[in-house]
């Protein structure tokens, strides 16, 4: 029987706590959980058969879940979904050796909170009215080009110039709502990291980390962007444990 | 989950249950998507890997021209045979991709954090 690990927990553990806390709450597939400290790091675990361990909508929630619990109460590091070694003892060793970068980014990530913001629309309508709005998307490459005699090949290319003019429209729309919120980031000292058309209707998907305390301040900030872009859907999601902003490379 | 995470959504979309949903699909697509190669399939595997790489640069290559044509930089005859080789880079790819029953999805490898390549 192997562990899986949930989340690494920082700070002056009180382990009778801990361990109250930790006994109402179950890990995947019901499984009790316990706490392997090492100094003033303790990692989260339950025992798990490896080979029965599926990465389906059930386990995905009960791991989430246990990380969301302790979220409430300790300053963590959530591991990811399947993170599995095959002892305490190992656990433990692990602890020991990567202790200076588990601190380091626990106390990044201390009293602060993980936002997502999803910003999705409708790109074709988008590009649409891009379009509308200006010329130079429909000029030809050059004046000889539309001018010259029918050829298949530059007709291919003033297509595929369009095209190239459309997706370069709607980045430079995209960063524009990226420097807008941008903006606002910076007044709250937030960290960010921010992705462009990760799907065909998702135009920025991006994640914050920023004190906990300023949830209410993000909120009113993405409310005001939103009535200014009515086209767009403004999705803030949070607060999550800080899923995005653990940077460290384990050493075994 | 214990609170609802929420916060701001003007939409009608069910966004909880379509962000999970996706990301459990993710999960299943990354299985998908890597390159399984058995004595069976050597050729058809390998050619997913190759295909994905020169589809990766085939679109490279026409993002890089396309700013050169709106540029203004070509002359007509460059822009002529440069939209000739394009077009017979693209069929010659759609032929490829026929031959060994591969689909646009297939070349679009997932990595993990960083996203789809293309």
Redesign the interface.
């Given at each position: 029987m192997e562990k899986i690990i949930y989340a690494i927990l920082s700070g002056k553990i009180n382990h009778g706590k801990l361990t109250t806390l930790l006994s109402g709450i179950k890990g995947i597939e019901g499984a009790d959980l316990v706490a392997v400290s090492f100094d003033q790091i303790s990692a989260v675990v339950s025992n798990i058969e490896k080979a029965d361990l599926v990465a389906n909508q059930i386990n995905a929630f009960a791991f989430a879940h246990v990380i969301e619990i302790l979220e409430e109460d300790y300053p963590l590091l959530p591991m990811r979904f399947g993170s599995i070694m095959k002892s305490a003892g190992s656990i433990q060793e692990m602890l020991e050796k990567n202790y200076p970068e588990f601190r380091n980014n626990l106390q990044k990530v201390e009293n602060k909170s993980e936002f997502g913001l999803k910003i999705v629309c409708d790109t074709e309508k988008l590009k649409t009215e891009l379009k509308s709005k200006s010329d130079a998307v429909n000029e030809p490459s050059q004046k000889s080009v539309a001018e010259s005699r029918d050829s298949v090949f530059r007709e291919y290319v003033n297509q595929k110039l369009k095209a190239h003019r459309l997706e370069e429209m709607l980045m430079g729309y995209i960063d524009s709502i990226i420097a807008e919120f941008t903006g606002f980031l910076i007044e709250l000292d937030a960290v960010k990291k921010i992705k462009k058309m990760t799907t065909a209707t998702t135009i920025i998907d991006a994640v914050f980390l920023l004190e906990k305390d300023k949830k209410a301040e993000l909120i009113l900030a993405i409310e005001a962007m939103q009535s200014k872009h009515t086209g767009l859907n403004f999705i803030l999601t949070g607060p999550w444990p800080p899923y995005s902003f653990v940077d460290i490379t384990l050493k075994q | 989950?214990?609170e609802n995470?929420?916060?701001?959504?003007?939409?009608t979309?069910d966004?909880s249950f379509q962000?999970?949903?996706?990301?459990?699909d993710k999960?299943?697509n990354i299985e998908d998507s890597r390159l399984s190669l058995t004595p069976d399939n050597a050729d058809s595997g390998l050619a997913k890997l190759v295909l994905t790489l020169v589809e990766l640069i085939r679109k490279l290559i026409?993002?890089q021209a396309?700013?050169r044509?709106?540029g203004?930089s070509?002359s007509?005859d460059e822009?002529?045979?440069?939209?000739?080789t394009?077009?017979k880079l693209e069929m010659k790819m759609e032929e490829l991709k026929k031959y060994f029953n591969l689909t646009d999805r297939d070349l679009n490898i997932n990595l993990g954090p960083l996203?789809d390549l293309m």
């Open positions: - | 989950m214990s995470k929420i916060l701001c959504n003007a939409g979309v966004f962000d999970i949903s996706t990301e459990v999960l299943k026409e993002k396309m700013r044509v709106d203004g070509l007509d822009i002529e045979r440069l939209g000739e394009l077009m996203g």
